[in-house]
Nanobody, 125 residues
Framework: QVQLVESGGGLAQAGGSLRLSCAASGRTFSSAAMGWFRQAPGREREFVASITRDGTSSVYADSVKGRFTISRDNAKNTGYLQMNSLKPEDTAVYYC??????????????????WGQGTQVTVSS
């Protein structure tokens, strides 16, 4: 299993940037596909981005494509979500997730069995 801890959330103005980090414990992070999801109040958890174990392939939700970038540094056991051109509708709790031995990206929450506690991102207009 992988334990995940997100950081880097906070308050940003529309048009601004934030970088979220997801620190993983254990030696299996490099064997795990990783994803970012978000949940706004009163809404279901939604997919944001996913990246393969080796970082060579990624996929994004249409709502963030061209603005957000997912990456990972397996040597540091850390994943990242760079968020640029933020919009008020990006306001949500952001969660990182991982699934050991998953060989592809995934947009489906049920494909992941390790989740962080979440970090709040608030974008003001």
């Amino acid at each position: 299993q992988v334990q995940l801890v997100e950081s880097g959330g906070g308050l940003a103005q529309a048009g601004g940037s934030l970088r979220l980090s997801c620190a993983a414990s254990g030696r299996t992070f490099s064997s795990a596909a990783m994803g970012w999801f978000r949940q706004a109040p009163g809404r279901e958890r939604e997919f944001v981005a996913s990246i393969t174990r080796d970082g060579t392939s990624s996929v994004y939700a249409d709502s963030v494509k061209g603005r957000f970038t997912i990456s990972r540094d397996n040597a540091k056991n850390t994943g990242y979500l760079q968020m640029n051109s933020l919009k008020p509708e990006d306001t949500a709790v952001y969660y990182c997730a991982a699934r050991v031995f998953l060989r592809r990206t995934s947009t489906i929450p049920d494909d992941y069995d390790n989740w962080g506690q979440g970090t709040q991102v608030t974008v003001s207009s």
